[in-house]
């Protein structure tokens, strides 16, 4: 099998980012734009040791879950999925990295909340601007390249934005301005984010530039002119040569600083670069389905860990006697104390720090916390904020996650330290695209209702000593302890030292007189200090 060949076959599957999954004499090859159980003729144009790439060049037999004339922007690469194929995809993609991580059938994963009318739905919009050949372009990046593609139409943001992207690249024609070059590093319009409020009453639009306009006077009074919705218009200059979007500095051109947003009744203050759920419809049915999860009561005080510009906190604060929120962005904090005044309420604190650091003087404080909510960004939990989580012996941890992957992961150390995992409720907040939002309720276990039942050792692959931590937790223990990095095979020869019994075949070499190195006494003590630490000796 090489680059250009060409073959035919079915699709049996999908990869977790939404690709096809045809297999030739068993060897996978990944396809965009194919759709479970159709039949494809398809080119290879890329081969690797273990998988391939194809470029499908006709589809022989249709699937009727097909969706045709929805045109793919940026990040949208399901579209060509009618809405309950999405759905489908997203709950078995959550269910299979539950399955590869915590292993088959431990943690059950609900159907996916999806939502009525999937298209039109995101209220902030970053468009790249570039210009090509004396052409304006607006629109996305081209797949693994920095050539953005010139749209007329995405299906995923709202239709206002779409419009006024087709006015400001007119207008941009108009008025000949100087637009960013990246590989020369010079120009300056970079992007154009919009920003538009739930009711579609208020309208921000963001100019992000490299250097300031010269003409940006007449540009801003065009902009202003394009629509009566537009209540804000800002400046944020990013002269460094980089991939991320925003400059440190920014400053207001035109009316407000900011836009307002209602979500079940609460009123939040959004500035540019606020943090803000880009679906509002499904933010509503995440946050409200986090809290069931909590099953909080009046009494109850609760913290809500990454709490951002402060919807969650806010959210939780008409059910319950008090919430802590904990955000390490100074200026994220100032805009929900605001948030919390605008709503007159008072039963909410912003707190600035590490969540772990805050949460640890809370408790340090005596106060009793009933449940812990957390929101963190697609990396996940750090191991430490977790096991300080767990030491503090919170009974209900709600997590919210925006990457499955890591949740799982996250999932599997809490279950170490002793919480346990029902089931995982998936949320669409994102239609049209591969990714999928998650939120899952950890409980503490109950030692006292736990039956001791005797079993003999050999039955188990591993005995109940050696399962108390993995080789790499107690790696990790040791390296943010001590600083020293340790080999599992030091590990295993102080475990066995300890007369903790080994797996039967572990580490024994095919050569019959290899030299193996011994452990040092610094960090013979490390090793011992993690298994006391694990409750292994």
């Keep these: 099998m090489e680059k250009n060949d060409i073959f035919i076959g079915r699709v049996i599957d999908y990869t977790h980012d939404g690709l096809g999954i045809v297999k030739i004499d068993n060897f996978p090859i990944f396809i965009e734009d194919v759709i479970e159980d159709e039949i494809i003729e398809f080119k290879i144009i890329k081969m690797k040791k273990n998988l391939g790439y194809g470029k499908v060049l006709n589809i022989l037999e249709f699937s009727t879950k097909r969706v045709e004339g929805i045109s793919k922007t940026s990040g949208a690469n399901l579209v060509h999925m009618n809405y309950e194929e999405q759905l489908r995809f997203k709950t078995k993609k959550v269910q299979n990295i539950m399955n590869k991580t915590l292993g088959k059938d431990n943690v059950k994963v609900l159907d996916t909340l999806g939502m009525k009318n999937s298209y039109h739905y995101r209220n902030k919009s970053v468009i790249p601007v570039q210009k090509y050949n004396n052409e304006v372009r607006l629109g996305y990046y081209k797949p693994r390249s920095h050539d953005v593609i010139n749209i007329e139409k995405c299906f995923i943001q709202y239709d206002e934005h779409n419009k006024l992207m087709n006015d400001i690249r007119k207008v941009i024609e108009d008025l000949n301005l100087s637009i960013y070059d990246e590989k020369k590093h010079t120009g300056s319009l970079r992007h154009i984010m919009f920003r538009t ?237 591969y990714h999928v939002e998650t939120v899952a309720l950890l409980s503490k276990l109950n030692v006292d209702k736990h039956i001791n039942v005797e079993i003999e050792l050999d039955e188990l692959d591993l005995t109940s000593a050696e399962s108390k931590a993995t080789y790499a937790q107690i790696k990790t223990y040791i390296l943010e302890k001590f600083g020293l990095k340790v080999s599992t095979l030091y590990i295993a020869q102080i475990k066995k030292k300890c007369g903790i019994k080994l797996r039967e075949h572990y580490n024994k070499s095919k050569k019959e007189k290899q030299v193996i190195p011994q452990c040092t006494p610094e960090k013979e003590e490390a090793i011992m200090d993690a298994l006391k630490h694990f409750k292994m000796i």
Excluded at 319 to 341: F, L, P, Q, T
Excluded at 362 to 378: F, G, Q, Y
């Design 197 to 433: 409020n739930s009711t579609k009453t208020e309208i921000m639009v963001g100019l992000i530039v490299n250097d300031r306009i010269s003409n940006i006077d007449e540009f801003i009074k065009k902009i202003s002119c394009l629509d009566n919705r537009i209540v804000s218009i800002m400046l944020n200059i990013n002269n460094k040569k980089t991939n991320v979007i925003f400059g440190d500095q920014t400053e207001k051109l035109y009316g407000e600083d900011y836009i307002t947003d209602t979500l079940d009744g609460i009123k939040f203050k959004i500035s540019l670069r606020s943090f803000y759920q880009v679906n509002p419809v499904q933010t509503e049915v995440l946050y409200n389905k986090a809290l069931e999860l909590a099953d909080l009561r009046k009494e109850d005080i609760i913290i809500d860990a990454y709490c951002g510009i402060g919807t969650i906190s806010l959210f939780a604060a008409q059910r319950v006697k008090k919430v802590y929120g904990i955000e390490i962005v100074e200026a994220a904090i100032k805009d929900a104390k605001e948030n919390a005044k605008r709503n007159n309420v008072e039963n909410v604190e912003f707190l600035l720090g590490k969540s772990e650091e805050v949460i640890k003087s809370l408790i340090t404080k005596n106060e009793k916390i009933d449940a812990v909510i957390v929101d963190p960004p697609r990396k996940g939990c750090e191991e430490s904020f977790l096991r300080d989580l767990a030491e503090m012996n919170i009974n209900k941890i709600v997590y919210v996650s925006c990457n499955p992957a890591t949740l799982a992961r996250d999932m599997e150390v809490m279950r170490t330290l002793g919480y346990k995992l029902n089931e995982v409720q998936p949320v669409d907040m994102f239609p049209g695209t």
